[in-house]
């Protein structure tokens, strides 16, 4: 339940929380970005992924006053390819400045260390799924729902593509179905972007957008997330 869940200090419920999302170009962009409720750093994205360079990002954004989500996108679903030690040595030096850590539901078993360190930590935990040709039927969307609950995860973040409106209603049905363990969801491509507002009205907690470059096919930008998120969800 999300009742009491927070990611740093964003307590998470009622309407999402809009995250900022960006790698090593957007960093400036990132701690700036007016209407962001968090920031996530997409540390496969920088063009030398390095411990200590992803470590200097993650303090510069922690000076936003803002909670930090460190993500190092696997390239099977949609990150830039880097060799597993690598990503794990991304997540372990980073770990300490981060708020929260995004990994891949069909890692977490091998990274299962990882996951526990984060969470002894006390630091939040998403694991996540993303399709990047399709959505997969309801039944596998809820099993990853539950295989993430007992991985560790304290939210699980479902993001596959829409290739058609009825893909979209699928992951409305998901996302009501899954109620009430803690769930994100939105779809990828040009006619999953209306899903990045309304997914929230069956209960995701979270959406993403671009303050640069976008992180994935149909994100919209910070600014008309917020725009939009306030339009449906006033305070």
Known sequence: MSEGLRIGSVP??????????????????????????????RADLFD???????????????????PVILTVRHASEGGRPLPEARRLEL???GLAH????????????????????????GRFVILSAHFTDGTPPLGSLLGLVAKAETLGA???????????LLDVRRLLEATLAAQPRPVATFAMGPLGVGSRIA?????????????????????????????????????
Request: charged residues 20%.
């Open 12 to 41: 998470l419920g009622g309407r999402p929380r809009l995250v900022a999302a960006g790698g090593d170009a957007e960093v400036d962009a990132l701690a700036a970005a007016e209407g962001a409720d968090l920031l996530e750093l």
């Open 48 to 66: 030398d992924p390095e411990p200590a360079a992803v470590t200097a990002a993650l303090r510069c954004l922690q000076g936003s006053g803002r």
């Open 91 to 93: 997540y372990e030096s």
């Open 98 to 121: 981060a708020d929260a850590i995004d990994l891949e539901i069909a890692f977490a078993e091998a990274l299962a260390p990882l996951v526990a360190r984060a969470r002894d930590a």
């Open 154 to 164: 304290h939210l699980t973040k479902l993001v596959p593509t829409a290739t058609s």
């Open 199 to 235: 997914t929230g009205l069956a209960g995701s907690l979270l959406t993403y957008g671009a303050v640069g470059r976008p992180t994935a096919p149909g994100q919209l930008t910070v600014a008309e997330l917020r725009g939009w998120l306030d339009r449906f969800y006033p305070a």
